[in-house]
């Protein structure tokens, strides 16, 4: 089974779940609106993606919290990830014991088909 985190109004996350319908993939979507995630979830997906690529610097959450001006440091940045999931590139995708975060239909293809 394909578990996937995100928010449903999120572009990348419908083009991930437009995919995955496309080609008849079960999944299961936990939308961090409504249902978050931890430290343990978020440190679990650290030791298969870096934080760059899990810490979403282009997020409207990222800008309100005028994150750039702080300078965080790599743990400053996990708490960040911890306490406000909206920080956390979209989607994140559990499958086959591995983590993928982002949207990518060639690497989709490669890795679902």
């Not at 708490?79 to 999931?85: D, P, R, S, T």
Request: charged letters at 25%.
């Amino acid at each position: 089974m394909i578990q996937v985190y995100g928010i449903k109004n999120c572009d990348s996350v419908k083009k991930a779940l437009s995919f995955f319908k496309k080609h008849n993939l079960d999944y299961t979507l936990q939308d961090f609106k409504t249902e978050t995630v931890g430290c343990e979830k978020v440190s679990s997906w650290l030791n298969f993606v870096t934080l760059k690529q899990l810490f979403n610097t282009r997020s409207t959450t990222y800008r309100n919290l005028k994150l750039k001006e702080k300078n965080l440091s790599d743990e400053e940045k996990k708490m960040y990830l911890c306490q406000e999931n909206l920080l956390i590139k979209r989607p994140v995708i559990e499958v086959n014991g591995t983590v993928i975060v982002g949207y990518n239909e060639n690497n989709f293809k490669g890795v679902f088909l």
